[in-house]
């Protein structure tokens, strides 16, 4: 049973535009949101992350949005880089649990 | 270098070999985690260990065998494992006062023939 879905396997966009990155989760205890960024051949690296009781957490061109009542979370990446192109992964944890539950990534392509 | 180190980077074993996997982190964490990624899945919860004490097994088949000697230190022992096993095998790490998740290792890509 997956709880944490990003239906866009791939992304491409272009050097400069937007990227939104797209991620649902059906278990309404989850309270922290986290994206992962991911290179080939390197594990998982920390991006950013909002806490249930935020809706909007910013960190340079990187912005995560979180709709509770949609049970939906997205990743703004504006101005997108070539270095941006990476495998992109959701994660979500519930209170006071140490386990963390992910989507199966979004790979970004950014084209120069 | 994320500060959980994973060996071997790349293993190829056959379906009869006996290998281990190794996980190490000095970053004074309290809890340590084998995670699979297989191609275009989520990745997949295998093993939890909370201060050396295996709290949770994912409903991962024997032939996968974990061992935890202290908080620091997180082995993998495979035997007889089979071609559908080959994956991404990630080991992460978390501390109570980490507001960042997990830390990962870069994992060990395993390919069995």
């Known amino acids: 049973d997956q709880q944490v879905k990003q239906n866009s396997p791939s992304l491409s966009v272009q050097e400069g535009r937007i990227s939104i990155l797209n991620c649902d989760y059906t278990n309404s205890m989850f309270d922290y949101f986290l994206w992962y960024k991911k290179y080939p051949a390197e594990g998982p690296t920390f991006l950013i992350s909002i806490s249930s009781i935020k809706d909007k957490n910013e960190d340079g061109r990187f912005t995560v949005f979180l709709n509770k009542s949609a049970k939906h979370l997205s990743l703004h990446i504006v101005p997108s880089q070539p270095g941006d192109s990476a495998v992109y992964f959701c994660?979500?944890?519930?209170?006071?649990?140490?386990?963390?539950?992910f989507g199966a990534g979004t790979t970004v392509t950014v084209r120069a | 270098e994320t500060g959980v180190t994973q060996t071997p980077r790349h293993l190829v074993m056959g379906m009869t070999n006996k290998k281990s996997l190794k996980c190490e982190q000095h970053l004074g964490h309290n809890a340590m985690y084998w995670y699979k990624q297989s191609a275009k899945k989520p990745l997949e919860l295998m093993f939890v260990y909370n201060f050396k004490e295996q709290t949770e097994n994912n409903s991962v088949p024997s032939r996968f065998s974990p061992e935890c000697p202290n908080s620091s230190h997180l082995f993998l022992h495979l035997h007889t494992l089979q071609p559908e096993d080959s994956a991404l095998y990630l080991c992460?790490?978390?501390?109570?006062?980490?507001?960042?998740?997990?830390?990962f290792g870069s994992g060990t890509r395993l390919t069995v023939v």
């Open positions: 992460a790490s978390t501390g109570r006062a980490s507001n960042y998740g997990y830390t």
């Open positions: 994660a979500a944890s519930a209170i006071g649990d140490y386990k963390l539950s």
